[in-house]
Nanobody, 116 residues
Framework: QVQLVESGGGLVQPGGSLRLSCAAS????????MAWYRQGPGKLRALVSN????????IYADTVRGRFTISADSAKNMVSLQMDSLKIEDTGVYYC?????????WGQGTQVTVSS
């Protein structure tokens, strides 16, 4: 059973940066099959970014494109999300999971709070 553990969240001011990490225990097909999701206050969980398994550039939600960067270390089974120029609306719990998401793999997530 693959377990996913997210880390790196915290409290940051608008315009700041955070780097999230996702460590997978167990074997996953490929770190490039992973994605980041987030659930903002009072909102449904939504896709933030995923790798393009057919090649090409990663895919980002319109709300984060140009500010967030997804990366993977396949050898370490780790996926990261570099978040720059953070906005208040980026607040939420961030999760990693496969893409498409595996309902049985959701971890605890990591809380990101953007506030002045």
């Amino acid at each position: 059973q693959v377990q996913l553990v997210e880390s790196g969240g915290g409290l940051v001011q608008p315009g700041g940066s955070l780097r999230l990490s996702c460590a997978a225990s167990g074997t996953i097909p490929s770190a490039n099959d992973m994605a980041w999701y987030r659930q903002g206050p009072g909102k449904l969980r939504a896709l933030v970014s995923n790798f393009n398994r057919y090649g090409g550039s990663p895919i980002y939600a319109d709300t984060v494109r140009g500010r967030f960067t997804i990366s993977a270390d396949s050898a370490k089974n780790m996926v990261s999300l570099q978040m720059d120029s953070l906005k208040i609306e980026d607040t939420g719990v961030y999760y990693c999971n496969a893409f498409p998401a595996d309902p049985g793999r959701w971890g605890q997530g990591t809380q990101v709070t953007v506030s002045s």
